[in-house]
């Protein structure tokens, strides 16, 4: 009987040995939350299983971290080790320090990823009643390769760091985890057009746009439409940034037939002029229509970019000299507005606010087979004004009149998707049918179906300034940028969604529009029920243990009292 007892232990003990060791090479969970928030979607899990070869992801977020960042680092674990699963051992995970040596060179991690822009939030802690600075780099960098892609894990900058900031980014995870690992696999890269000819600039103010979005995710060419027969169908998107110079008809047949043929387009209009320069020189400036002749083209694809100015009382800071004995004074310049994203859209879901300069207000209009988007949006207390409107820095002598501003969430940035009409139907001649045959683009009526334009009424969204030669990344303040006026702003990370969203058809995007509900406990009910459920915690395990061991002791005299 007792050789008996000891086989059965040995059996068991086996059991569990051999569970444990399958469990530290087998990984499956299964998803029961109602959003599906652990279940890979389905291009993802393709474009994991088809990696040509290994993939090395170096993570910084790990270490003595504050609790969200230690969930964020669980979580990222937790992703990273699916994939690793899904590729059947192809990612590889290592946990690096800032401070620690890149292999291979005498520089840090976090010095490179300084250089790739990827900078460390500040979290301040007091640490016995002493304020003390504490640097985080919710950052990854992956290899595949010679090729690395940064990635960052979290798009906020601020200090005070709120649960539903941590809990979105944590929804991002898996999208922004497979967009850095395709493109670290990507080794051709899609084509994409920056106009010129209309006056669209072209020098220092677009390096950032040129050297940190374009250059870097795109084989970028500049293209004059004046001089091309057409718009090649090679390329992916056309960007068109700013022109001050009107379009012909010729030059919006190459566009609307660039369209037709399935391109995409992402206009950043500045309908009037009205420039911060001229402002300056003159101490006020009248702000009119440019008359770009683009009205009746963005009309027949359902938008229309406004004759008028955005002003928020939600915006950005200018020095300005308020009684005129040259003591400047940081002040709100509403032609300055921080907008608002749509977290509903893909595209800007999870972002932070992005500035504009000057901008007009767009509106949708009727375009059957059309779906329209508002990107982004004023905040609640902003106004029009129509033009022609007197710009003067004297408006930020007094506070702003509260009672105006009163309209809340003017759309200045839309997305259209759909099939979209030919704003030449049945308005070509046959002779300009035969010269875009002649040139291998025969007219077209109709896009295809999943055609996408996106129409900013800004152009300064994407143009940066300079402190020192030193230019700032687009969007960005030169005034308050070392100043404690200063916030981080998402104009740069607006683009790159944008561009992204119109350029790759790899169906990635789908994991962006992951929404994790946060369920947090209710503060009313914690403080009234708090010494309840504190007794409940402390006795009720006392409890149960003085009944498992009087039932116990119960069973011991039933069983040896027969």
């Given at each position: 009987?007792?050789?008996?007892?000891?086989y059965?232990?040995?059996?068991?003990?086996?059991?569990?040995?051999?569970?444990?060791?399958?469990?530290?090479?087998?990984?499956?969970?299964?998803?029961?939350?109602?959003?599906?928030?652990?279940?890979?979607?389905?291009?993802?899990?393709?474009?994991?299983?088809?990696?040509?070869?290994?993939?090395?992801?170096?993570?910084?977020?790990?270490?003595?971290?504050?609790?969200?960042?230690?969930?964020?680092?669980?979580?990222?674990?937790?992703?990273?080790?699916?994939?690793?699963?899904?590729?059947?051992?192809?990612?590889?995970?290592?946990?690096?320090a800032?401070?620690?040596?890149?292999?291979?060179?005498?520089r840090?991690?976090?010095?490179?990823?300084?250089?790739?822009?990827?900078?460390?939030?500040?979290?301040?802690?007091?640490?016995?009643?002493?304020?003390?600075?504490?640097?985080?780099?919710?950052?990854?960098?992956?290899?595949?390769?010679?090729?690395?892609?940064?990635?960052?894990?979290?798009?906020?900058?601020?200090?005070?760091?709120?649960?539903?900031?941590?809990?979105?980014?944590?929804?991002?995870?898996?999208?922004?985890?497979?967009?850095?690992?395709?493109?670290a696999?990507?080794?051709?890269?899609?084509?994409?057009?920056?106009?010129?000819?209309?006056?669209?600039?072209?020098?220092?103010?677009?390096?950032?746009?040129?050297e940190?979005?374009?250059?870097?995710?795109?084989?970028?060419?500049?293209?004059?439409?004046?001089?091309?027969?057409?718009?090649?169908?090679?390329?992916?998107?056309?960007?068109v940034?700013?022109?001050?110079?009107?379009?012909?008809?010729?030059?919006?047949?190459?566009i609307?037939?660039?369209?037709?043929?399935?391109g995409s387009?992402?206009?950043?209009i500045?309908?009037?002029?009205?420039?911060?320069?001229s402002?300056?020189?003159?101490?006020?400036v009248?702000?009119?229509?440019?008359?770009?002749?683009?009205?009746?083209?963005?009309?027949?694809?359902?938008?229309?970019?406004?004759?008028?100015?955005?002003?928020?009382?939600?915006?950005?800071?200018?020095?300005?000299?308020?009684?005129?004995?040259?003591q400047?004074?940081?002040l709100?310049?509403?032609?300055?507005?921080?907008?608002?994203?749509?977290?509903?859209?893909?595209?800007?879901?999870?972002?932070?606010?992005?500035e504009?300069?000057?901008?007009?207000?767009?509106?949708?209009?009727?375009?059957?087979?059309?779906?329209?988007?508002?990107?982004?949006?004023?905040?609640?207390?902003?106004?029009i004004?129509?033009?022609?409107?007197?710009?003067?820095?004297?408006?930020?002598r007094?506070?702003?009149?509260?009672?105006?501003?009163?309209?809340?969430?003017?759309?200045?940035?839309?997305?259209?998707?759909?099939?979209?009409?030919?704003?030449?139907?049945?308005?070509?001649?046959?002779?300009?049918?035969?010269?875009?045959?002649?040139n291998?683009?025969?007219?077209?009526?109709?896009?295809?179906?999943?055609?996408?334009?996106?129409?900013?009424?800004?152009?300064?969204?994407?143009?940066?300034?300079?402190?020192?030669d030193?230019?700032?990344?687009?969007?960005?303040?030169?005034?308050?940028?070392?100043?404690?006026?200063?916030?981080?702003?998402?104009?740069?990370?607006f683009?790159?969604?944008?561009?992204?969203?119109?350029?790759?058809?790899?169906?990635?995007?789908?994991?962006?529009?992951?929404?994790?509900?946060?369920?947090?406990?209710d503060?009313?009910?914690?403080?009234?029920?708090?010494?309840?459920?504190?007794?409940?915690?402390?006795?009720?395990?006392?409890?149960l243990?003085?009944i498992?061991?009087?039932?116990y002791?119960?069973?011991?005299?039933?069983?040896?009292?027969?």
């Amino acid at each position: 009987m007792m050789r008996k007892k000891s086989y059965q232990i040995w059996i068991v003990l086996l059991v569990l040995v051999l569970i444990n060791v399958a469990a530290a090479w087998v990984h499956f969970r299964f998803d029961l939350t109602a959003e599906k928030r652990f279940t890979i979607s389905a291009p993802v899990k393709k474009m994991l299983r088809d990696l040509p070869g290994p993939v090395e992801v170096d993570l910084l977020l790990h270490g003595n971290l504050p609790s969200g960042f230690r969930k964020l680092s669980a979580s990222t674990n937790d992703l990273l080790q699916e994939f690793n699963d899904i590729t059947r051992g192809k990612i590889k995970v290592r946990q690096v320090a800032p401070d620690e040596a890149v292999p291979g060179t005498d520089r840090t991690f976090g010095d490179t990823l300084a250089a790739l822009g990827l900078l460390p939030i500040n979290l301040k802690a007091q640490v016995e009643s002493v304020e003390q600075s504490q640097y985080v780099f919710p950052s990854a960098i992956i290899r595949h390769g010679d090729k690395i892609v940064p990635v960052n894990l979290y798009p906020g900058a601020k200090s005070l760091i709120t649960p539903p900031e941590l809990n979105s980014a944590e929804a991002m995870l898996e999208y922004t985890f497979a967009d850095g690992i395709h493109k670290a696999i990507t080794d051709k890269l899609p084509l994409i057009a920056y106009s010129v000819g209309n006056g669209e600039p072209t020098g220092s103010s677009t390096y950032d746009l040129v050297e940190n979005v374009l250059r870097k995710n795109y084989q970028v060419f500049t293209i004059d439409i004046n001089n091309e027969p057409v718009i090649p169908d090679t390329f992916r998107t056309l960007v068109v940034v700013k022109p001050t110079k009107p379009f012909d008809e010729k030059e919006k047949m190459k566009i609307d037939q660039f369209i037709m043929h399935g391109g995409s387009v992402i206009w950043m209009i500045d309908r009037l002029e009205a420039e911060m320069d001229s402002l300056q020189l003159k101490n006020q400036v009248v702000a009119y229509d440019r008359n770009l002749q683009l009205e009746d083209l963005l009309f027949r694809y359902g938008a229309r970019i406004n004759a008028d100015l955005v002003m928020d009382l939600q915006s950005d800071f200018l020095p300005f000299d308020v009684n005129g004995n040259g003591q400047f004074e940081f002040l709100r310049w509403n032609y300055f507005p921080l907008f608002e994203p749509n977290n509903a859209s893909t595209v800007t879901k999870s972002l932070g606010l992005v500035e504009g300069k000057f901008v007009n207000s767009v509106d949708t209009v009727a375009a059957p087979g059309v779906a329209k988007t508002f990107l982004l949006r004023s905040s609640p207390n902003a106004r029009i004004i129509q033009t022609p409107a007197l710009i003067s820095p004297s408006e930020n002598r007094n506070a702003p009149e509260d009672e105006a501003f009163k309209t809340a969430g003017i759309p200045v940035a839309v997305l259209l998707e759909g099939k979209f009409t030919s704003f030449f139907k049945n308005r070509i001649s046959s002779t300009e049918m035969d010269s875009l045959a002649i040139n291998g683009t025969p007219f077209r009526s109709e896009s295809p179906a999943n055609s996408k334009m996106i129409i900013v009424g800004d152009g300064d969204i994407v143009l940066n300034a300079f402190i020192k030669d030193q230019p700032l990344s687009m969007g960005v303040n030169p005034y308050t940028a070392q100043s404690n006026n200063a916030f981080p702003i998402s104009n740069r990370q607006f683009v790159e969604n944008s561009l992204d969203y119109l350029v790759n058809n790899n169906g990635l995007y789908a994991s962006r529009s992951k929404d994790y509900t946060l369920r947090l406990l209710d503060g009313e009910k914690i403080r009234d029920q708090k010494i309840t459920w504190q007794l409940i915690d402390l006795l009720l395990p006392v409890l149960l243990i003085i009944i498992t061991g009087l039932v116990y002791q119960q069973w011991r005299r039933n069983k040896y009292a027969r």
